[in-house]
């Protein structure tokens, strides 16, 4: 038997995780809530809305959570994407500063520190 959760089913799950919430003095932010459906290519979605206190959530092809990056199709691709313009962005802000530290003993330390953090970002990312 597979299970094929409905609107409704998300919605009240969500109901339940905003009384969570609220009992624990927490806030669920629907700005920053999004939904992303994961399925095969070939799958059709049927329609409908997934809401937080009235404000009808935004789906999206694409979301960054725990600084990973998913996607519907749950493929690598984005997330390489985007960690690659992660590191090309700290190794041109590192030669940047290391072409302006020859002057200042703390900017100098400032690039290396840039640096060390892509050094170990590169290694484990």
């Not at 090309?88 to 002057?103: D, E, F, Q, W």
């Amino acid at each position: 038997m597979e299970i094929h959760p409905t609107y409704d089913d998300v919605n009240n799950a969500i109901s339940k995780v905003e009384k969570w919430f609220s009992a624990n003095n927490l806030l669920l932010n629907e700005m920053k809530t999004k939904c992303i459906r994961f399925s095969l290519p070939n799958v059709r979605h049927g329609s409908g809305t997934i809401s937080v206190r009235n404000k009808e959530l935004e789906f999206v092809n694409c979301t960054v959570f725990l600084g990973i990056t998913l996607d519907n199709r749950l493929q690598w691709g984005p997330h390489i994407s985007r960690t690659c313009t992660g590191i090309t962005v700290i190794v041109g802000l590192n030669l940047s500063l290391s072409n302006i530290a020859h002057r200042s003993k703390s900017l100098k330390k400032a690039a290396h520190s840039c640096g060390r953090k892509a050094e170990i970002y590169f290694d484990y990312a």
